[in-house]
């Protein structure tokens, strides 16, 4: 069963090719590494938000929620806050390192949720 519509899996795996080119660059350009860190995060934010589905509601609700500062009501919504607070997190951050840890994290979670998400579809990444 497809979760996803053909247009929201086009857009995720291309986010996600992106995240993972943004974080080479940031492990190779020492000087640009905080910028590449943090469109790494973004890129894989976006993959994570066309993997659920609408990715400009989910962006709404997620900054509503942590505008409001209401808890989470599910595992979903805590996740998207997490992911948000680490992008948040890395455009902050002045430890080019540290930047990078944080973003390799995302990207790295953003790979493994569309691999659940895309389970059994083929063109997994």
């Not at 519509?5 to 000087?31: C, F, S």
Request: with cysteine.
């Amino acid at each position: 069963m497809k979760l996803v519509d053909l247009a929201n899996r086009g857009w995720a795996l291309r986010y996600l090719r992106e995240a993972r080119a943004e974080l080479n660059l940031a492990r190779e350009e020492p000087d640009l590494s905080l910028m590449f860190s943090f469109e790494a995060a973004r890129k894989a934010q976006a993959c994570i938000y066309h993997c659920l589905g609408s990715p400009n509601a989910l962006e709404m609700l997620v900054l509503d929620v942590l505008m409001e500062g209401r808890a989470p009501r599910d595992r979903v919504m805590r996740l998207l806050l997490t992911v948000e607070r680490m992008v948040q997190a890395i455009s902050k951050m002045e430890e080019p390192q540290e930047a990078y840890r944080l973003a390799r994290r995302v990207v790295e979670l953003a790979s493994k949720i569309v691999k659940r998400v895309f389970e059994g579809e083929g063109d997994e990444p």
